[in-house]
């Protein structure tokens, strides 16, 4: 099955920084990468997804980046702020259709 | 459009004694997920359904969990009996289709076991 690693577990951002958050997956034949936003006590919120057909999509402040070849992609936000704070998880759907998800990123805007 | 509803929010129970849970997916949403989640690591897949069959239990433990989805809307996870590392928040998720299709998660059920 897919193999999905995400790094770093935390972060830490001064408020109007960036913040980036990177997976890697293993089943090259993963055609559809959703990443999600959970806050407490919350389920996750699907934020932005990308297909292997497109290498970027942006939305806002939130940016997906795919790189088919090295199998990774990246989450980017831009001018955080203190909403922004949640654990974020990138995922993956391979060829059994079973989304894979990474171990999730904490991040912590500081005002 | 309303989001996936689950109940009850919070559970708390013996260890060896049985639980329910109930999900009510997304209007239209042919395809329904239970996910388990344990603190600190992302949601693992337990059962997948397409409209009232079940398309992928293989991670579910069928000694003590059942889930069902009779008229292809509403489903129910049971826990019977429970153990100590059953303590966890089970979300539940629907999509359009099954495949590369947006999932889209309730908030799921904390479950604690004593």
């Known amino acids: 099955g897919e193999n999905v690693e995400q790094h770093p577990s935390t972060l830490s951002v001064q408020e109007g920084d960036s913040a980036v958050i990177k997976c890697t997956y293993s089943?090259?034949?993963?055609?559809?990468f959703p990443w999600y936003k959970q806050e407490l006590g919350k389920g996750p919120q699907l934020i932005i997804d990308?297909?292997?057909?497109?290498g970027e999509k942006k939305d806002q402040r939130i940016a997906v980046t795919l790189n088919k070849t090295a199998k990774h992609f990246s989450l980017h936000i831009t001018e955080t702020q203190p909403e922004d704070s949640a654990v974020y998880f990138c995922?993956?759907?391979?060829?059994?259709?079973?989304?894979?998800f990474g171990a999730g990123t904490t991040v912590t805007v500081r005002a | 459009e309303a989001g996936v509803a689950q109940s009850p929010r919070y559970k708390i129970i013996e260890k060896r004694q049985s639980v329910a849970f109930w999900c009510n997916p997304i209007?239209?949403?042919?395809?329904l997920y239970w996910y388990q989640q344990i603190l600190g690591q992302g949601p693992k897949l337990l059962i997948q359904?397409?409209?009232?069959?079940?398309?992928?239990d293989s991670q579910l433990p069928k000694d003590r969990f059942s889930a069902e989805r009779l008229k292809g809307v509403d489903s129910t996870l049971k826990i019977q009996p429970a153990k100590l590392e059953d303590s966890a928040v089970y979300l539940c998720?629907?999509?359009?289709?099954?495949?590369?299709?947006?999932?889209?998660f309730g908030d799921g059920t904390r479950l604690s076991i004593l």
């Open positions: 998720a629907s999509s359009l289709q099954a495949g590369e299709q947006p999932q889209h």
């Open positions: 089943d090259s034949a993963s055609n559809y």
């Open positions: 990308i297909r292997s057909n497109v």
């Open positions: 995922a993956a759907i391979s060829n059994d259709y079973k989304l894979s």
């Open positions: 209007s239209g949403h042919a395809t």
């Open positions: 359904f397409q409209n009232n069959g079940v398309v992928d």
